[in-house]
Structures are given as structure tokens and as C-alpha cells.
């Protein structure tokens, strides 16, 4: 994507990210503008309850550590208010089932 052409954001969840050499989208796939250039889709994810004081220290850390033992890799956004974890759709349920094993309360 070479500008912010076609992104509707008064759809439910958008991420955009700038730097000086890119504009990164994530958004559902349903939702891609026409003037993306690269796309990766297949991705599902979830959100850590809560907002999370910036003094608490590993939080995704230690979920990305569980995951990673399972050999399932992570794509993570963070914003002001909370994180975002995101799976291959294929490793969704493995990912869950992973957090719920090691302590986390999973909530539909």
C-alpha cells in the first residue's frame, strides 16, 4: 500500500503502521483496499483481557514463549490499551489450547 487510499475506518479493526519505509495494514481481509500491494492472509487472533499497566514486565513475553514451544509462530500489536496476538488460522485452536494448559483463562 503506498497511501492510506481506500482504507474505510469505520470498519470494526484496523492497525496501521508508518515508517519511512512502508505502510503496514492489518485489517480483516474482507477489509483489504484495492491498492494493496502485499498481502498475507490467513491469520486469526485474539486479545489479552484488559488493559495492561506499562509497569507490568514479560505479559507477551511469556505468551509468545508457551507458543513458541509449540512451535507456533506469532504476529503481535500492541496499542495503548491492550495487545493483540495473532496465529495462522491453522494454529488457532493449538494456540488456545497451549495458553488455557499453562494457566490462561480463555474467554469467547
Known amino acids: 500500500m503506498k497511501d492510506y487510499d ?3 475506518l469505520s470498519h ?5 503502521g508508518k515508517t519511512d519505509e512502508e505502510i503496514s495494514l492489518v485489517c480483516k481481509t474482507e477489509d483489504t483496499p ?6 498475507d ?10 488493559v495492561l499497566d506499562f509497569s507490568l514486565i514479560g ?3 511469556k505468551i509468545s514463549t508457551i507458543l513458541a514451544e509449540e512451535k507456533i509462530g506469532i504476529f503481535a500489536i500492541s ?3 491492550t495487545d493483540y496476538v ?3 488460522k491453522e494454529n488457532y485452536e493449538k ?14
Open 79 to 81: 496499542t495503548y490499551n
Open 34 to 39: 484495492k491498492n494493496t500491494l502485499v498481502a
Open 86 to 88: 495473532f496465529v495462522k
Open 41 to 50: 492472509d490467513g491469520w486469526k487472533g485474539f486479545r489479552i483481557q484488559g
Open 12 to 16: 470494526e479493526f484496523y492497525f496501521i
Open 95 to 108: 494456540a488456545l489450547e497451549a495458553l488455557a494448559h499453562n494457566g490462561y483463562l480463555i474467554v469467547d
Open 6 to 8: 481506500g482504507v474505510d
Open 59 to 61: 505479559i507477551l513475553s
